[in-house]
């Protein structure tokens, strides 16, 4: 009986979250109460703070369940010895390819990137998104400097500027895309515009043709796959 009452918890759990990303897409986060995600998931006022303290809470809750299956992806796309833009690279590309076919993945990036204000009840929301950010761009950063050193470039910027040149084109690309996703091949923009980028960097060939060197087992830092990831779960 306990584990049939988990189940219909959990069953719950997940209406609510499913109900939340349809109407926070549709309506923003906003303009969305907790009544209506209570309403439209068949479920009572008090089961949805049962299950969540407060919207920011139910909001990050729905972040996070995509971020599992994109972490997934990351990990599966990473070569354990290939040096760390490369493993960059292949991570993006994998990224992008899930966010294109997977229709949960979509919207929920929708609502993080265009639904979503930071008021003062979604504080929490907020800060989670700059952590993330910062976690991204301090690993782009480790990256830069690692392949830099091992094959001698001397980058044209601070790697630190490299970085957050690198985190803005990426979530640029993103969110022009998820404004009008006819308008451009979102994979094959990121693979070229991540090739150009790292070539003006003076990287001189495609980083993922390039395999890790022999003397430096320094490669992409082991929370990469999750950083990254983070940033996208906004």
């Not at 369940?65 to 990351?74: D, F, G, Y």
């Not at 929301?125 to 761009?137: E, K, T």
């Not at 003076?202 to 983070?230: I, Q, V, W, Y």
């Amino acid at each position: 009986m306990a584990r049939h009452t988990k189940e219909e918890a959990l069953a719950t759990r997940h209406r609510l979250l499913d109900a939340a990303e349809l109407l926070f897409q549709a309506q923003g986060v906003s303009q969305t109460s907790l009544h209506q995600i209570a309403q439209q998931a068949g479920a009572t006022r008090g089961a949805i703070y049962w299950h969540f303290k407060d919207k920011a809470d139910l909001f990050n809750a729905m972040m996070e369940r995509v971020k599992l299956p994109l972490e997934a992806a990351l990990q599966k796309s990473v070569a354990a010895d290939q040096e760390p833009l490369a493993a960059v690279e292949r991570m993006l590309v994998a990224a992008l390819e899930l966010m294109t076919t997977d229709p949960q993945m979509r919207r929920v990036f929708e609502v993080a990137t265009h639904k979503v204000e930071y008021t003062q009840d979604m504080q929490s929301v907020q800060l989670r998104h700059l952590a993330s950010r910062d976690a991204c761009v301090a690993d782009f950063e480790k990256a830069l400097r690692i392949a830099a050193r091992r094959r001698h470039v001397r980058l044209a910027i601070p790697a630190a500027a490299a970085a957050q040149g690198l985190h803005a084109l990426i979530s640029g690309l993103i969110q022009n895309w998820l404004l009008d996703p006819g308008a451009f091949e979102l994979v094959e923009a990121g693979r070229q515009s991540f090739g150009v980028y790292v070539a003006g960097l003076g990287f001189e060939r495609p980083l993922a043709a390039k395999r890790a060197e022999l003397g430096d087992n320094h490669g992409l830092p082991a929370s990469a796959e999750a950083t990254l990831s983070l940033y996208f779960n906004g």
